[in-house]
């Protein structure tokens, strides 16, 4: 047994925003902290590849973690992004009802808004959407005046130097192999850096892996009994329009099972794009997958529900993003599970599964979090 002094005080496992977020916490808590990344860079995997919404806070269970992080996120991000140079636009975004069957939905969707203290969301009429975005067909709406949309590589970027400032650091193109928790001291991390192997040590551990959490959950030490959550993969496939989009908002239809269906986001300079969609996958493969079209149909159809106008010809193959969750297809969307030393027994680590939506809205008050779970 040894008790020797730890390289690190704190390790993060894991360079998207999540993962940043909590380690510029740590830093500015005082801790000497690192970040651990398997790529060349931040930010390269679940955050590059999402689409970039600042969220309100409609949809999540109350007092679920996505509720509680997104509300009390989205004003924090919106904040750090005008005090940074970040830039950010607070659009606005229209849920539609384009049956009455589904007009339930809707009204589901304001009532979980107002217990999560969602206080800014407005009914709308057919009319009323139609004031707004003109070439949108529903019969009934929902409008979040504070929705937006961020730069989110500029976010990470931002993390990145409040990391350095804060004499931080990341460790690139580095994988974590094993993680041994000697009780006395401190955890020892085996990697792999640039394909060497290596060791490090530190008196916390906090993982937020994202994808690589499917790998990690079995290498991390844990009490007997204890599980680790199982991680699924989303594929989710987005295409963008070629033509100028006619819409200033974000236009969402209701919610399908796995995800928020095939919705409109812009980007920064009003450029729209479709997506996601949800394809179960059991691989990391960002490869876009649309034999003899049938995806790209599939999309039209969803988008001409809500937007009849829409021309089928301007849609083309965009990107493709990959959500971790910890349900399987066909169950319920879960909430963020956050584990600590009450759920698998560790002290002073903490490990993140399911980071998927509204992860991005939620990182600074999420950072908060997991930084306050080993404090």
């Known amino acids: 047994m040894t008790s020797r002094a730890p390289d690190i005080e704190t390790i993060v496992i894991g360079g998207g925003v999540i993962g940043m977020a909590i380690a510029v916490a740590c830093a500015k808590a005082g801790q000497n902290t690192a970040v651990i990344e398997r790529n060349s860079g931040c930010g390269q995997e679940i955050t590059s590849r999402s689409s970039e ?55 589901d969707i304001a009532a979980k808004a107002k217990v999560n203290g969602v206080d800014d969301l407005q009914v709308l009429s057919p009319a009323q959407v139609c004031a707004l975005e003109p070439e949108v067909a529903c019969v009934g709406g929902l409008f979040s005046p504070s929705t937006g949309i961020i730069d989110s590589h500029a976010l990470v970027q931002s993390l990145e130097g409040h990391l350095s400032t804060s004499a931080g650091t990341v460790i ?12 006395d001291s401190h955890f ?38 204890y599980v680790a959550p199982d991680i699924q993969f989303a594929k989710g496939h987005y295409f963008t329009y070629q033509r100028r989009t ?10 399908v099972a796995g995800g928020l269906g095939i919705h409109v986001t812009l980007d920064l300079q009003g450029r729209a794009r479709f997506g996601p969609d949800v394809a179960w ?9 649309d034999k003899d079209g049938a995806r790209q149909a599939e999309f039209e159809r969803a988008v001409r529900t809500y937007w009849p106008g829409v021309s089928a010809s301007s849609l ?30 560790i002290p002073r680590m903490v490990a993140l599964y399911g980071i998927e939506s509204p992860g991005l809205t939620a990182c600074l008050s999420l950072a908060d979090y997991c930084c306050g779970m080993i404090a």
Not at 58 to 72: D, E, I, Q
Not at 281 to 289: E, V
Not at 320 to 341: L, M, N, Q, Y
Request: glycine letters at 10%.
């Open 281 to 289: 996958t059991d691989t990391i493969d960002y490869g876009f997958d």
């Open 246 to 255: 006619p819409f200033q908002h974000l236009v969402y239809p209701v919610p």
């Open 172 to 183: 690139f193109k580095t994988s974590v192999t094993a993680i041994t928790w000697h009780r």
């Open 316 to 345: 083309v193959q965009g990107y493709v993003g990959i959500r971790p969750k910890t349900s399987r297809a066909g169950e319920p969307a879960r909430d963020f599970e956050i584990h600590g030393p009450r759920e698998h027994g």
């Open 53 to 107: 919404v600042i969220h309100a806070g409609l949809y999540y269970p109350a007092g679920s973690l996505k509720a509680l992080h997104c509300v009390a996120g989205k004003s924090r991000l919106y904040q750090f992004a005008n005090e940074n140079g970040v830039a950010v636009k607070r659009l606005g975004k229209l849920i539609v009802a384009t049956s009455h069957s589904e007009l339930p939905a809707l009204a």
């Open 188 to 225: 020892e991390l085996d990697v792999l850096t640039s394909g060497t192997p290596a060791k490090v040590s530190a008196r916390n551990v906090i993982v937020a892996a994202g994808l690589g959490m499917a790998e990690l959950r079995s290498v991390l030490p844990h009490a007997p009994g």
